[in-house]
């Protein structure tokens, strides 16, 4: 449900963003991006507070105490509340000074970026009270419910699309109020789901002090952590617009959608591992979940692998032909985005394995500061004379050192082989990406340019990659267990008939 829910959100986020980019115009697309980011940089609240409730609530249903899971979920409900209250105070005072004497904002346009800017307030606002119950639904793993939400944000998300182009009015301003009304609709529809399914979201009055310790003290280390990925996506977006113009930013917010658009298909494989891997420790099967992270690392890889290597070679051939007019520097931007997404795509489990143990604050500590002294050396870059590129380049040399700083830290907490975890998860991922690249390289090189053979060499990658990780990317014993798997499908397809013993 997941994937089939991705590829369809996939689809309807690229033609989204075409659309928009070509009814708004690259300055106007560039503004609505910037002045968001300002209020995006509060996102660390809701992932800070996303990582406390699903670890709780998944922690919770493994041990199997309803009263306990109650209680987690009333607590986690007050302290969202007293988040909304901050964020509101900050935004309004801080945030709203910024935009209006800081951001780099034509005067023409400065009106239609300050409703935009309030527009995105209150979008924000409903999202943080929407995360305690999407982290109730992932926690019992109902991931139907999860696709089909989402499913439906998308195709709302692709009715602002028509809006946009029939209404007659200032379309950035038109679009924050379409994208408001969506997250008004997201809330309200996750609540009553969670209402109607899980006992514990029948929100009454709850408090526990020791609980309410414990769920504060592993938020303050995630909001750390949460605080220095602001630093490193949309500080370095705003570190950008002072440095050059509207144009790059809509370049790197292109190469940004681009990125988390294929990022997405593996996170969501991780959204659907989540909950086994902290369940699996909360019951003390830490053999299971061992084997969860490992398969999980390589699983992960090999997903966003399949969409990235396609991508990165024929990027300049697609972006044109999915934006028309893509803006300077958006070709390069999306391959360095690309490639860092994928670096960071076999990490996923590492970091749901750091947080299922709740003890976070080294985990935290290590990582949020690798985020922190790469923004710094991203701004020491551009203010030495760099192209914008050269925060890209940072951001990868930054991605491959936290690699190994969460692999270290896991280890210790977990206590698993790192001889083990080299063998079966490392050493399969550079075979298979070294054969990919050097079988798809010759496959990109050999065939035109045109878009005929554009579709052809897109097929023949997929099914290059396949091969190698079938071959070179997994075990004898996996290969068993897939076939299994397939046939198990399609004897529940129809498509095959069950053998009779």
Not at 15 to 21: D, E, H, N, Q
Not at 462 to 471: A, E, N, P
Request: proline share 3%; glycine share 6%; hydrophobic share 55%.
């Amino acid at each position: 449900m997941l994937y089939f829910r991705q590829m369809l959100v996939m689809l309807v986020g690229l033609y989204t963003v075409r659309v928009v980019l070509n009814t708004l115009g690259v300055l106007d697309y560039g503004i609505y991006n910037v002045v968001a980011g300002v209020v995006a940089m509060l996102t660390f609240l809701t992932g800070s507070m996303a990582h406390a409730s699903q670890r709780f609530l998944a922690f919770e249903i493994g041990r199997g105490d309803f009263e306990r899971l109650k209680k987690t979920f009333a607590v986690n409900w007050s302290i969202y509340g007293l988040i909304v209250v901050i964020a509101l105070i900050l935004l309004e005072s801080l945030g709203l000074w910024f935009v209006n004497d800081r951001l780099v904002i034509p005067p023409e346009r400065f009106e239609a970026a300050h409703w935009v800017y309030q527009y995105a307030i209150f979008s924000f606002l409903c999202a943080i009270l929407t995360v305690p119950y999407t982290s109730a639904v992932i926690a019992h793993e109902d991931m139907h419910i999860f696709a089909w939400v989402s499913l439906l944000d998308a195709f709302l998300k692709l009715g602002i699309v028509f809006v946009l182009q029939i209404v007659p009015m200032d379309k950035l301003h038109l679009y924050g109020i379409l994208l408001c009304s969506v997250s008004i609709f997201h809330l309200a529809i996750y609540r009553i789901i969670c209402h109607s399914r899980y006992k514990e979201c029948r929100i009454s009055f709850c408090w526990d002090k020791t609980l309410f310790k414990e769920v504060a003290g592993f938020t303050g280390w995630s909001l750390f952590g949460q605080i220095t990925v602001v630093f490193r996506n949309q500080a370095v977006t705003i570190l950008l617009n002072q440095t050059f113009n509207p144009a790059v930013v809509a370049a790197r917010s292109i190469a940004n959608q681009v990125a988390s658009t294929i990022s997405s298909f593996s996170s969501n494989f991780n959204t659907g591992l989540y909950p086994p891997i902290v369940k699996s420790y909360s019951s003390g099967q830490k053999d299971q979940m061992i084997k969860y992270i490992f398969f999980g690392a390589k699983a992960t890889f090999f997903l966003m692998l399949l969409f990235s290597l396609p991508l990165t070679l024929e990027m300049s051939a697609i972006l044109p032909l999915w934006l028309k007019n893509p803006p300077e520097y958006a070709v390069l931007f999306a391959q360095l985005a690309v490639m860092d997404g994928l670096i960071n795509s076999v990490s996923h489990p590492l970091m749901t394995a750091a947080r299922a143990t709740g003890k976070v604050r080294l985990y935290e500590l290590s990582i949020g500061s690798i985020l922190l002294a790469s923004f710094f050396v991203s701004w020491m870059v551009l203010y030495w004379g760099a192209s914008p590129y050269g925060v890209m380049y940072v951001a990868i040399g930054a991605s491959v050192l936290m690699f190994f700083v969460r692999l270290w830290i896991v280890r210790k907490l977990v206590r698993f082989s790192l001889r083990s975890f080299f063998t079966r998860v490392v050493i399969p991922l550079l075979s298979v990406t070294v054969l990919s690249c050097l079988f798809a390289g010759v496959i990109c090189w050999s065939l035109p340019d045109n878009l005929l053979f554009l579709c052809i060499k897109l097929i023949i990658y997929v099914f290059l990659i396949c091969v190698c990780v079938w071959f070179a990317g997994i075990t004898s014993q996996e290969r068993i267990k897939v076939y299994g798997l397939v046939q198990r499908k399609f004897v529940e397809w129809g498509m095959i008939k069950k053998e009779k013993h």
